[in-house]
């Protein structure tokens, strides 16, 4: 590929310092953001005091004693507490050991970046400029974007890009839209580099992500995918992207603790990498793949990663490689999100089982069995646990300030790591989001379970 030399136009990524923000931030929540880390923790002691006035604790476990229900609640209880305690436990000490890979003075791979698009407007155009930006040169890059039949101005804004950077932007259109999975197919088809990148039209990447994404790849010929830092692009837009910008960086401790044993179980679209020899062969099984009988389109990256992993290769995460997405701000945008998360957790996680038994690599087999069998018993823990509290508040409703205490407590502890990480007082957010996720997104894990075979994108 010829060097080339794009014109220079305004980086679309956040830059300021700290935790990077959206250019745009709403006015009003900045306003009320003061406030709400004040608040928060007054709030939390509040409960604390309430809860150990109104005897919450010990009346409640006095009450359990003295009914025939006694040895159910308990136990239900006492296994979930345990349970996520010893998975969390387990996971600190392996997210306490990890490092991302620095950067490697070995020669750099040829890449083909693609990105899938519908109908994603302006935005593509964004994504573009900052992955024909990015500090990676440019003799060994290849960008590849599919319209996947877009039905508003996103080609145009596609023909914007390719324009702007003549013989490094290649472009396709599909007639009419056929998936992402369809799109990216497409792309990785046409693709010519050595390692292969994912990125979202909805995203944008740090002019050093793609240098640090190949880190891992040129230290680790084992490694058949990399998967980048998610980060929320409009977190300081509404109160919504507040929340999930903290569960975002939540991520990081998941993906950190997995990368330990190599098993990273989901290169996300928004920003991954896959070494070329690993991906191809799988290609036309992924793009075929089928669940009881019904085709997958949607989470096609969990579901690459499960033929990386079956294959032999491993998988890991790179802190370094930093990429900014949009999410929905609004319940009903979150929720039809998580949804489909959700039924391709479920899916592919019944998938890792058909697997993780067998002797499908070398080396790191045995506590990739222990992470999927604890996430299983974790979600259907939380819905039981969250109804027998619901029968407990009417035998007994002042478990309710327990209840608020201990999910304070709770998220304060998980929000740890986000302290740790990101040193600023943002962590309030996800104290509101444990609330917020508890009593208004329970829902969502029994219906995905009983609607795993439902096809619809949801959100596109």
């Not at 490094?168 to 990785?188: C, D, Q, S, V, W």
């Not at 300081?236 to 929340?243: A, E, F, R, V």
């Not at 989901?266 to 062969?281: D, F, H, K, N, V």
């Not at 407990?392 to 209840?403: E, F, H, Q």
Request: charged share 15%; proline share 6%.
């Amino acid at each position: 590929m010829a060097s080339l030399k794009p014109q220079v136009i305004s980086r679309p990524w956040p830059t300021q310092t700290g935790f990077s923000r959206r250019l745009c931030t709403s006015p009003g929540l900045h306003r009320l953001d003061p406030a709400v880390k004040i608040v928060i923790p007054v709030l939390l002691l509040v409960l604390l005091l309430l809860a150990l006035e109104c005897g919450s604790f010990q009346d409640y476990l006095n009450l359990l004693r003295s009914r025939t229900y006694t040895a159910f609640l308990p136990a239900l209880g006492a296994g979930y507490t345990l349970l996520m305690l010893f998975l969390q436990g387990l996971r600190t000490v392996l997210w306490a050991c990890y490092r991302p890979y620095p950067p490697s003075a070995a020669p750099l791979p040829s890449i083909t970046v693609v990105i899938p698009a519908f109908n994603e407007g302006k935005m593509v155009e964004m994504a573009l400029n900052s992955v024909a930006q990015a500090d990676y040169p440019k003799g060994l890059l290849e960008i590849i974007c599919v319209d996947d039949g877009s039905t508003d101005d996103t080609w145009d804004f596609i023909g914007q890009a390719r324009q702007r950077f003549p013989g490094l932007i290649r472009t396709m259109r599909f007639p009419e839209n056929r998936g992402k999975k369809a799109a990216l197919y497409a792309g990785f088809q046409a693709a010519r580099g050595e390692v292969l990148v994912t990125v979202d039209s909805d995203s944008v990447i740090e002019p050093d992500a793609l240098r640090h994404l190949m880190a891992p790849l040129q230290a680790d010929r084992t490694l058949g995918a990399v998967a980048g830092n998610v980060k929320v692009y409009n977190r300081h837009q509404s109160l919504m992207g507040k929340m999930q910008g903290v569960r975002f960086v939540n991520l990081d401790f998941l993906r950190a603790s997995q990368s330990l044993y190599k098993t990273v179980i989901c290169t996300p679209g928004s920003l991954s990498a896959y070494r070329r020899e690993a991906l191809m062969p799988n290609l036309t099984a992924w793009l075929n793949q089928t669940f009881w009988g019904a085709p997958c389109p949607h989470s096609e990256d969990r579901a690459l990663t499960n033929f990386i992993l079956r294959s032999g290769y491993y998988t890991y995460y790179q802190r370094s490689a930093v990429v900014y997405t949009l999410v929905p701000e609004t319940y009903a945008g979150v929720c039809r999100m998580y949804l489909r998360w959700e039924r391709g957790n479920v899916r592919e996680s019944w998938v890792m089982l058909g697997y993780l038994f067998t002797r499908y690599r070398e080396r790191y087999r045995f506590l990739p069995i222990v992470e999927c069998l604890l996430t299983q018993l974790e979600g259907p823990l939380t819905f039981f646990s969250f109804g027998a509290l619901l029968f407990s508040l009417t035998v007994y409703p002042a478990i309710l300030l327990k209840l608020l205490l201990l999910l304070g407590i709770m998220s304060c502890l998980g929000l740890i790591y986000y302290l740790w990480l990101e040193r600023d007082l943002e962590f309030v957010y996800g104290v509101i989001y444990s609330y917020y996720a508890f009593f208004f997104l329970q829902w969502i894990y029994p219906y995905a379970l009983f609607t795993v075979r439902d096809r619809r994108w949801l959100t596109r």
